[in-house]
């Protein structure tokens, strides 16, 4: 065997890493977009909440087929027709004149972006062994902060120097056209079909990837949504519920609370560059360790332990001052983000091939739909008690819970024979 190169990782994490992060940026734009919606439309910050998270219900239809149709079928294709259409929806949401109709963009916006997340950890299950998974699961999935680190700047300016919300989400909903050239040129769905890929590291990928296959040989093959049911995939949904909750109620109502304190858009924008550039360290360095230990749920029940000092300090006196804000907003980011590489790693580690994509859709669909009831929760909160304090004690909560289902997850394979003697 030729000696193994490390050409996928320079050719498939970045494309995903780009291509993510403008569906990231033209998800979570409406963060800044906010105030001016609510004063615009005439809405409550209850009804902002919805408008930020029905996203999410749209997001939840396009998972369990995304997954099935990314394994079965074209994952490069799939993601590449999916990055022309949410580009056309994002720019129905910059020119909607009321809030109904700012309402059904995001929502198809979500419908259509849905699949992108399954599609690339089906991908990433393809190209990547086990011990190098959580690893590359959490370097495609920095995209998460670093988009943050970008569009925060970039969305803050754009709102200072033309004072117009539909003008930024205009500008940002572009690019996925573009990439999606560059995209289909770049990747490809499995090892064999990439001609820029050398031959010792395809050999080496294959015969990782023969091996894992061959470890669930001797147990009965299972229905490929069986394990929709299963316990593993039930306590990992919820505990992921649990922690977008969390993730979407801090991240989509941030730039409101720092604004708040007195601070421009601009200045938003750049004091939250600092939680997503903390992120990108402790998403690297959690996935090392996870990869490292193998030990996939004790470190997610830990950073979401850490994640959640982070929630309580903002409840408690976080919103004083914008520096108090945004260093605790550091820690809860911080852990919650640092959670993404070794919680995707348990299912494509531990279930059979074939159930992978499903399984993870599943998860991701269900557990997403945390991005509307933690902003639509914060919102609510704000309206009715003019305060984020106790939202930020309910999003603590819900992590603490999260890292108790977790813990409860085995990092052992699941016995599929008739689920007798399953391990969690």
Not at 87 to 100: G, R, T
Request: glycine residues 8%.
């Amino acid at each position: 065997m030729e000696k193994v190169t490390n050409f996928r990782w320079r050719y498939i994490i970045p494309a995903a890493v780009v291509m993510y992060m403008m569906a990231f940026m033209d998800r979570t734009n409406i963060s800044f977009a906010a105030p001016g919606m609510i004063k615009d439309f005439h809405i409550t910050h209850a009804t902002a909440g919805w408008v930020m998270g029905i996203f999410f219900i749209g997001y939840m239809i396009m998972q369990v087929p995304g997954g099935y149709l990314a394994q079965h079928w074209s994952a490069k294709r799939l993601i590449t027709i999916l990055m022309v259409i949410w580009s056309l929806f994002a720019i129905w949401s910059a020119l909607a004149q009321n809030v109904n109709q700012e309402l059904w963009a995001r929502f198809f916006l979500g419908v259509t972006e849905g699949a992108i997340w399954p599609a690339v950890l089906v991908m990433i299950a393809d190209w990547f062994p086990k011990g190098e998974r959580a690893s590359a699961n959490a370097y495609w999935q920095i995209c998460l902060p670093i988009t943050g680190i970008i569009t925060m700047p970039l969305s803050g300016w754009i709102l200072t120097a033309t004072s117009s919300w539909r003008i930024m989400l205009l500008i940002e909903a572009i690019p996925p056209l573009v990439w999606a050239v560059f995209w289909w040129f770049l990747v490809e769905d499995h090892p064999y079909q990439a001609k820029w890929l050398p031959a010792g590291e395809r050999e080496y990928i294959e015969t990782k990837l023969t091996e894992e296959r061959r470890a669930f040989e001797n147990q009965v093959k299972v229905n490929a949504f069986s394990m929709i049911y299963h316990p593993k995939v039930l306590l990992l949904t919820l505990a992921y519920f649990l922690t977008i909750m969390g993730t979407y109620g801090l991240s989509l109502w941030a730039p409101s609370i720092i604004k708040a304190l007195g601070v421009g858009y601009l200045g938003t924008g750049l004091l939250l560059v600092i939680p997503n550039a903390f992120s990108v360290w402790t998403m690297i360095y959690a996935a090392r360790v996870s990869d490292r230990t193998g030990k996939r749920s004790a470190v997610v029940a830990i950073v979401l332990l850490i994640a959640t000092i982070g929630y309580f300090l903002l409840g408690a006196v976080g919103t004083m001052l914008p520096w108090l804000a945004v260093l605790f907003m550091t820690i809860a980011q911080g852990g919650i983000n640092a959670r993404q590489g070794p919680l995707w790693a348990i299912p494509t580690d531990t279930l059979p091939p074939n159930t992978v994509g499903p399984a993870m859709a599943i998860i991701g669909a269900i557990g997403n739909l945390g991005g509307l009831v933690g902003p639509w929760m914060m919102g609510f909160v704000k309206t009715t008690t003019h305060s984020f304090m106790l939202g930020f004690y309910v999003l603590a909560a819900c992590l603490v819970a999260s890292a108790i289902l977790v813990m409860l997850v085995s990092d052992r394979k699941v016995r599929v024979r008739g689920f007798e003697g399953t391990n969690f």
